[in-house]
């Protein structure tokens, strides 16, 4: 069973960047896809961006398209999410996943078996 521990949120003005870091531990981290949700006070949790289990296939929300980048190290059993040109929109607790179909792109909470306990990320205007 793969365990997950996010880092790296904090407090940033706009147009700042930030790196978030998700640990994984377990064997099995490699054969998973990973994916980033956020969610603001208030709100649902949403989609953010996806990776698949080789890191050949990603995909992002609309609104992070072109500023957000995930990438994994399969090496270190890390996902990552660089986050550029930050919106105070962008303010939410941030929570990365893992979805045992490691082939394929997953957009929705119920494909994802496992979560970590989140990292908050604070942009200031």
């Known amino acids: 069973q793969v365990q997950l521990v996010e880092s790296g949120g904090g407090l940033v003005q706009a147009g700042g960047s930030l790196r978030l870091s998700c640990a994984a531990s377990?064997?099995?981290?490699?054969?998973?896809?990973m994916g980033w949700f956020r969610q603001a006070p208030g709100k649902a949790r949403d989609f953010v961006a996806a990776i698949t289990w080789l890191g050949r296939n990603t995909d992002y929300a609309d609104s992070v398209q072109g500023r957000f980048t995930i990438s994994r190290d399969n090496a270190k059993n890390t996902v990552y999410l660089q986050m550029n040109s930050l919106k105070p929109e962008d303010t939410a607790v941030y929570y990365c996943?893992?979805?045992?179909?490691?082939?394929?792109?997953?957009?929705?909470?119920?494909?994802?078996?496992?979560w970590g306990q989140g990292t908050q990320v604070t942009v200031s205007s």
């Open positions: 377990g064997r099995a981290f490699t054969t998973y896809s």
């Open positions: 996943a893992a979805n045992p179909q490691g082939y394929g792109l997953a957009y929705s909470m119920g494909a994802y078996d496992v």
